[in-house]
């Protein structure tokens, strides 16, 4: 079980990073073209601000699995650098159920706000606003695969960096 899941996560996270760095990448570049459109052809583009907002949303959690991955969240670091044997234990565990029931929250929440929006639409696009809500379910999902194989196989990049 734990090593399925450590592969699920390794494809998830890979995948995950790689969105995120693309998503990074186009809003640059939509980013450039709005300048360019609108201070240099005097022609604002109507849609690449909007797009680059969504966008943005996609890319960050996307983000939040990687950074839950890899440990590298503010959580009660100071509780872990302090405990040792069965208290430290005690207390990632309940960072992890924390961590899980708040993404759990955000999963229930998210699917709800995303079936409520679906026939709403972008002001500059002919596209379901729903595709930008979407980010926040999928990403929480996402985000749960991570917090669970960090527990069974903690990295705590930013623990160690710290001491």
Known sequence: MKTVLLALD?????????????????????????????????????????????????????????????????????????????????????????????????VWFGVDLVWRVRFQTFASLELSISWAYAALPVGAALAMVAVLAHHFDPLDEELEAAQ
């Not at 909007?50 to 440990?71: H, K, N, Q, T």
């Open 10 to 106: 390794r494809g998830v996270s890979g995948l995950a990073m790689t969105l995120a760095c693309a998503l990074l990448a186009v809003i640059a570049c939509l980013g450039m073209w709005q300048v360019v459109t609108r201070f240099v052809l005097s022609q604002p583009s109507t849609w690449t601000e909007e797009s680059m907002r969504r966008l943005l949303i996609w890319m960050v959690m996307l983000g939040v699995v990687v950074a839950f991955r890899r440990g590298a969240l503010v959580s009660v670091d100071l509780m872990l650098r302090l405990s040792r044997g069965a208290w430290r234990t005690t207390v990632r565990t309940l960072i992890t159920v924390v961590s899980l029931a708040f993404l759990a929250v955000i």
